[in-house]
Each structure stands twice: as C-alpha cells, then as structure tokens.
C-alpha cells in the first residue's frame, strides 16, 4: 500500500512511522522548511528551541513510550517547575498547593472552597458530566464568583478572546486534570524536557522514516489532492506536479487547510469541518540580558495586559545550556484577524512594554538583545458544549481519504502527546485496525 501523508508535524511523523513499521511505502510532505509543525525549534546558543513553548507532563504516556522505542527516554529530564500568577501588579507563586492556601486577593473560605474544586476535578474523571456547560457558568456556582473573577475570567478571555463564555467546561476539566498527573503529593510539579529540546525526537523520527524507505519532502505544500471514481488518486503540488498514484492520504494539516485542498468532500463533512473555529497564536521570544522573574510560567490575571503569558524558559531550562542566555516566550491567543499580527515586531514589543513592566517596574526594551517572532493561525481549537458530536472522523467521506488534526483531540487539549496519539490512531485505522 502506497500512502501520502500531509504534514510533518508530530501527528504525520508518528503516522508515517507507524505505517512504514507494518511495511507500507509512505510519502510525506511539509509545506515548510522544516518538520515539527508547533513544536518546530529554531537555534539558540548553539543549541536549539522551540517556537512555541513547551515540555511534557507525567501523565504524557504517548509520546513517552515513543520516546522509549527510539531510545531517547533518558534523554527526558525531569525538572519541578515554578508557576506564577500575576494579579494587580504583584507575582503570587502558585507551584504548589499550599500556595494557594496562601493566596490573599481570596478570601480564606474561597480558598479552601476553590483548593476542593482543584482536588475534585484532578481527580474525577467523567469528562461528559461537563460537556454541555460552559466554564463560564460552572466555575463561579462551585468555586465562588471571587475565584473565577480573580483567577480564570481573564485567562479564558486571554486564551479565548471573545468567545470565552462559550468554552465548555470539558476544555477547563482536562487542563486541571491532566496538570494534576504531573504532581506527587503536595509538591510542586515535575515537567519533562528533552535535552537538546524536542528537536532529538523530530530528527530520530525522521531518521527512522527514512532509514525504513519513507520520503520526506520538505517546502512542498499540497495545492490540492486530485480524484479519480470518487477516491483520491493523487497530490497536485502546482504547475505540472501532479503525484500519484497513492492507494491512502492521511491530512494532518488544519481544518480550514483540509477544506481548500479537498473542495469535494461531502456536504455533511464539509458543514464539520466549517463548525471548527480556531484562535490564532503569536509567540514573541526574547533574548534578554537578564531574567524578567524567578518565575518558569506566570500566568496574567489582568484583562488590561496585552498578553496572556510570560514564559521564561530559562527559569526551567538553565541559562547556561544557552551559553548563558536568558530567554522569554510573551504569548498571546488571538483572533486569526487581530490588528496585533498586522503590527511590525517594534510595534509589537512597544505595545507589550506596559505589561512587562507590570511583571518587573525596571524593565526597559533594551533589555533585549534579540527577538523572534512566531505565528500559528490555527493554534488553538475553541471547544464549545456539544463538541464531541461536532468532531469530524478521522475516516472522511471519500473511501481512502483520512483527517487528523488537533480539533480531533477530545476530551483533552491539543499537545505533542495527542499529536502522536493522533498519527498512531489513524495509521491503525488505515491498517484496518478499528474504525
């Protein structure tokens, strides 16, 4: 079986490995010039990081295990990690249970009340007794009005933007949940990071790829996917690259991608895929002279910042691994159509510089020695109440045509972890393994 996998990001990786495993011939191509979609990594330092932000938790059983069949398991490191939130003005550490406890903008009561809540919902697991709520609605009836104006209202507006009152408490249900795996007892929490960053687990699977004869074809977007008696023949790359034929293709690109490239798919998958809304990500990451904070990741309770989040990795990941380095993910979640993405990065960091400041009053742009600038416009999936029934099926409706992207991953939130899930569950199902 000849089969086209679209995408290299964690999912299409996974997806061609598997795949080529069972002895299959498997062609993959990545629109850019590189593999790892959000977790693609740039260097630093003469190291390398990631665009986006981010590590793994205890409870991240899928990636782990690859990790452990490429041998890089040891490669993991284990690191408690230092949260933070910011709330009028001041950084209250949040790394631990007890912090909360000490948490004085909640009155004593509302703390215990909101520490209870935490516990439930770490520890429950019926996902669909949330479903059809909004975390809008849930949080203030069971954890107080204070909590939610305090703590969670401007992070889902941060996150969300204006659709904030319509995220279902599922999606609030699986953050706290899937947190809670990643802490023994009252400690803090231990995340885990690969030395050398995630780029040692994108270049071991695409070496496994193509040590078992996958082609991997880089800076070759599919212009469209090509049909012949109501079955996808081939990929057209533009102009005269027409690629065929494949008896299977597997899309891990975005829905709204998935919707150009196959213009034929029936009406009622077409009506799922146009339900699926997304909030765009735009990732600065400085390079600074000195730290911001002591804080690994600050979350910003203040509906006036114009970020969300403040990740200073080499408060997790030493400087020193950096040739000493200091480096800041400012984060936001945005509408894809936000005036910020048409603001020069200058711009962009003078319009930040109020909110850092909030973080630290001595900061000043010249701190920065150097700036990156990211952007994903289909970063984030907006789960509303009802969402399960609006998940469009890996299989489509043309016979030998697949979709796995991260608006299929339910109950949990999107993540390398269920990116590899992903690309292992829909490999299975062209195996004729499940349905």
């Known amino acids: 079986m000849k089969v086209a996998v679209i995408g290299g990001g964690f999912a299409g990786l996974t997806a061609a490995y598997e795949l080529l495993k069972a002895g299959q011939e498997v062609d993959l ?29 205890l409870s991240d059983r899928d990636i782990l295990s690859l990790a452990e069949e490429l041998g890089l398991r040891g490669r993991i490191s284990w690191i408690p990690s230092r949260v933070g939130f910011l709330y009028q003005g001041r950084i209250y550490p ?65 996150k969300f933007g204006q659709a904030y009152d319509q995220v279902s408490m599922t999606w609030f249900w699986g953050k706290v949940h899937l947190r809670g795996g990643s802490r023994r007892g009252l400690g803090a929490e231990r995340l885990g990071y690969p030395q050398g960053s995630f780029q040692v687990l994108i270049d071991a699977l695409a070496g496994e790829i193509r040590n ?44 709204t991608t998935f919707r150009t490239i196959a213009p034929f798919l029936s009406r009622e998958y077409g009506n799922l895929l146009r339900q699926q809304r997304y909030q765009a990500a735009l990732c600065l990451v400085l390079q600074m002279r000195r730290p911001l904070s002591s804080i ?14 403040a990740i200073e990795h080499t408060n997790y990941i030493p400087p020193e691994v950096y040739g000493g380095r200091h480096l800041l993910y400012v984060t936001n979640y945005l509408a894809p159509d936000h005036p910020y993405f048409s603001l020069s990065t200058e711009e962009l960091l003078r319009t930040y510089l109020p909110g850092l ?26 789960i509303t109440p009802g969402y399960s029934q609006r998940i469009p099926p890996h299989r489509t409706s ?9 608006t299929q991953i339910f109950p949990e939130d999107r993540g390398t ?4 899930r992903l690309g292992r569950k829909v490999a299975h199902l062209v195996l004729g393994g499940g349905r």
């Open 29 to 57: 191509y990545e629109a850019s010039s590189q593999l790892g979609g959000q977790a693609r990594t740039f260097p630093v330092g003469g190291t390398r990081l990631e665009a986006f932000y981010h590590h793994l938790f």
């Open 94 to 158: 949040f790394t631990t249970p007890l912090d909360l406890l000490r948490f004085r903008p909640l009155h004593p009561l509302n703390r215990l009340r909101l520490g209870l809540i935490i516990f439930f919902l770490q520890h429950y697991r019926n996902w669909r007794r949330f479903e059809e709520v909004t975390a809008d609605a849930w949080i203030p009836r069971w954890a107080g009005r204070q909590a939610y104006e305090v703590l969670w209202r401007s992070l889902l507006l941060g």
């Open 212 to 255: 078992r004869g996958g082609k991997i074809y880089l800076e070759t977007p599919v212009k469209l996917l090509m049909v012949e008696g109501w079955r996808v023949w081939g990929v057209f790359l533009g102009g005269e690259r027409r690629v065929g034929p494949y008896d299977v293709v597997i899309a891990t690109v975005p829905s």
């Open 296 to 309: 690994y990741w600050l979350n910003i309770s203040d509906r006036e910042s114009p970020f969300v989040g």
């Open 357 to 382: 400041q909030r973080i630290n009053p001595e900061f000043t742009l010249d701190w920065i020695e150097e700036c990156w600038r990211f952007e994903e416009k289909a970063a984030q999936p907006i």
């Open 398 to 406: 043309v016979p030998n045509l697949y979709l796995a992207n991260t």
């Open 417 to 420: 972890n269920y990116s590899v």
